[in-house]
């Protein structure tokens, strides 16, 4: 289905409102730079104009970030509708070159305005690149540590009934030397009845306040004496073990500390470029408004 969905996308017709209403996802790519050899052959000539494999991979690409369905195939499962997109643009294009449409002022205006954002996205890919450096990652980490201590850990089974006798009765059986981890695959109405019970481990935020003190007071090997309500029925709980957690590995959330720590230094660079620049904003009727609406100290 997904294949031929993904087909049915690729294949519609270029001048479709939907393809034209979506040139990001539609349009090929720019082409790779890769050399002109072996593994990069022509795959397709509209007239004087060539189409090589980079096209489509680079179009394959792009095309993934509005279908993230099509970066689970292979260039090979999608490589008729995608050349026939390629050809598509190729024909397009030498159809607006035909008509000198480069020289219209609306083509210039669209040229100037994707100038001015790949500009834009060029000078902070280049910024971060050269600022997020491995030691501003590793002060942000010491800090999202110190911040985030690590917390109590208990491995807990549980069995859930839906009233108290039934509880207490499982309490008794219990007490006198049934297995736990039977009696929950017999009895427990929660979905882990199957697995024995089996919660594993768990901080004591990641459960119901009721349930996360009975546990957290209770040592490994212990049952409940009594049983616990909360709002999905009665608890029976028997305490596994108990271990004190861990913070994550650097590794672990080394992506999501990048993202920080170069939206902190993009926050920065900003702050630069307007504290040096003479910036004015004016309302919607076209007045100036007063300084200290800005937003902008240095207008002050």
């Not at 017709?13 to 034209?20: C, E, F, Q, V």
């Not at 369905?69 to 090979?76: C, I, K, N, R």
């Not at 024909?91 to 035909?98: N, Y």
């Not at 590794?251 to 720590?261: A, F, G, H, P």
Request: avoid cysteine.
């Amino acid at each position: 289905m997904a294949v031929k969905f993904l087909r049915a996308a690729l294949v519609a017709p270029a001048l479709a409102t939907a393809a034209l209403a979506a040139p990001a996802v539609f349009a090929p790519a720019p082409v790779m730079a890769q050399d002109k050899a072996a593994d990069n052959p022509v795959v397709a000539k509209v007239g004087k104009d060539e189409i090589r494999r980079s096209d489509l991979m680079a179009m394959k690409e792009a095309m993934a970030q509005q279908m993230p369905q099509l970066a689970m195939l292979p260039l090979e499962a999608v490589y008729r509708p995608l050349i026939e997109r390629a050809v598509d643009s190729k024909l397009l294009a030498q159809a607006a070159a035909k008509q000198d449409l480069a020289k219209s002022d609306e083509v210039k205006k669209r040229l100037e305005e994707a100038r001015n954002t790949v500009l834009q996205q060029v000078y902070l890919e280049q910024l971060v690149d050269a600022q997020v450096t491995d030691d501003k990652i590793q002060a942000a980490y010491d800090q999202f540590v110190k911040e985030n201590p690590a917390e109590p850990e208990v491995h807990a089974r549980h069995i859930l009934l839906k009233t108290e006798e039934d509880a207490k009765a499982v309490i008794a059986e219990i007490s006198k030397g049934a297995d736990f981890a039977k009696v929950a695959a017999e009895k427990s109405t929660g979905p882990s009845g199957p697995k024995g019970g089996d919660l594993g481990f768990f901080k004591k935020g990641d459960m119901v306040p009721e349930f996360a003190e009975a546990a957290f007071a209770m040592k490994a090997g212990e049952v409940s004496k009594e049983p616990v309500q909360t709002q999905f029925g009665w608890h029976v709980i028997k305490v596994e073990e108990t271990r004190q957690g861990e913070a994550p590995k650097l590794d672990e959330v080394r992506d999501q500390l990048r993202q920080q720590v170069a939206g902190q230094v993009i926050e920065q660079k900003m702050a630069e470029l307007r504290k040096g620049a003479e910036v004015k904003l004016f309302g919607l009727d076209g007045k100036e408004l007063p300084a200290e609406n800005t937003g902008d100290k240095a207008a002050q």
